[in-house]
């Protein structure tokens, strides 16, 4: 009788249930949790952090050595900075280029210039580096750091790393910007200045460039501009330049820019080839990350994007290579498509073969670069407080 009742009563519970309007909720619903079917909201991704370095480099006569360090280490740098990573994504990296010193620029200007703003353009920023001359004339520290901290755009996020890097060897404090002023400016943007001293370590406390770093809440640190860069020859260099040949093939220019930076790209790598095998190598291996991107003028990088592809090859069908230009814009598609799954393979071979590479070095014991080596480990231990990894 007793499991009659029971049958009868979770029948009539049932029934109610069923009988419930759409809108209302019921009675089990509201009081049981555990049954309530829950519709999470989709975690949108981590915006990636941006690494921003601003380097000004002092082009006065003396500074030769400097530049030619910066042109053939350039690449490596960017090579180590692309392994960095914030909350387990991939940062951004942005690198803005000034010059300062130079008696062929305006006194009323400080004899300083911005070269290059911040940009992920890394042919433009290493074709401008490669375009530096020295000229004597008297180097502003102070002045310089003022102007790339209020007039480069920087960024406002609470994990983005701003940096600065001063290169020189004359006294900190020339000029009418106090320094003091400059670094007050820097701090209230949370931008951290760094400082390398061109000479010895004594020199560079005397004429007050650990002071400056002290001040900028940043890394003094002491180079040899004249010396040369480290290289060690590895079994693997030729075979990644091979590929690297290969990697050029597979670009497709468009655009009104698209003749000339591929131009430029192909300048690059001619000009890297005639300074450092080293420089070169590192080139490629970048250009096989997805730090080096085109997609403003390269359909391959662009078609990361398919849904946009055909759309931007009907727009820009006339700026297309002659051999191009007679195709339809669904075989243009299909040859972009193709190209962009054999650039993946050569890129693929390229990282794999670096693998090799760096070991080999490595167990070559060979000696750091200190102009590079100054600014990724500054960059590192800053980045420590802001929950970045190096993968």
């Not at 910066?70 to 942005?94: D, F």
């Not at 701090?187 to 390398?196: C, L, S």
């Not at 040949?245 to 220019?253: E, G, K, P, S």
């Amino acid at each position: 009788m007793k499991t009659f009742k029971s049958i009868v009563l979770a029948s009539l519970l049932i029934s109610f249930i069923s009988c419930k309007g759409e809108n209302n909720k019921s009675v089990v619903e509201e009081n049981s949790p555990e049954m309530a079917i829950v519709n999470p909201k989709p975690v949108a991704p981590a915006k990636p952090a941006t690494i921003q370095i601003a380097l000004l480099l002092d082009t006065s006569n003396s500074m030769d050595g400097l530049i030619d360090q910066a042109k053939t280490q350039l690449w490596n740098l960017i090579n180590k900075m692309s392994y960095a990573h914030c909350n387990e994504v991939q940062a951004n990296l942005e690198i803005a280029l000034y010059e300062y010193g130079n008696s062929s620029l305006a006194q009323q200007d400080n004899y300083l210039r911005q070269v290059v703003p911040f940009s992920t353009d890394l042919d433009n920023i290493s074709k401008e580096l490669f375009a530096l001359n020295t000229k004597g004339g008297d180097e502003y520290c102070g002045a310089v750091i003022s102007h790339a901290t209020n007039h480069l755009e920087w960024r406002d996020g609470n994990q983005d790393l701003k940096m600065i890097f001063i290169a020189g060897n004359e006294s900190f404090l020339q000029g009418k910007t106090s320094a003091d002023f400059a670094m007050g400016e820097a701090a209230q943007k949370d931008i951290t200045v760094n400082t390398i001293f061109c000479g010895d370590l004594q020199s560079g406390i005397s004429l007050k460039w650990k002071d400056g770093a002290l001040m900028g809440k940043g890394e003094y640190t002491v180079i040899n501009q004249n010396q040369a860069t480290h290289y060690v020859s590895t079994p693997y260099d030729q075979q990644i330049l091979d590929l690297n040949t290969q990697l050029n093939t597979t670009y497709v220019a468009y655009g009104s820019q698209g003749s000339f930076k591929s131009s430029q790209q192909m300048s690059n790598d001619a000009e890297l080839e005639s300074v450092s095998i080293a420089a070169n190598v590192n080139r490629s291996v970048v250009k096989s990350k997805s730090v080096y991107n085109n997609a403003s003028w390269d359909l391959i990088d662009a078609a990361d994007d398919e849904e946009m592809l055909e759309d931007l090859i009907v727009a820009n069908k006339k700026t297309l290579s002659p051999e191009l230009k007679e195709k339809s814009v669904e075989e243009i598609k299909q040859i972009t498509l193709a190209k962009k799954e054999e650039r993946a393979k050569v890129q693929k071979s390229i990282l794999q073969l670096n693998e090799q590479r760096e070991v080999y070095i490595k167990e070559q014991g060979a000696g750091e670069n200190e102009l590079e080596s100054a600014m990724v480990n500054a960059v590192k231990k800053k980045a420590v407080a802001k929950n970045y990894t190096w993968k």
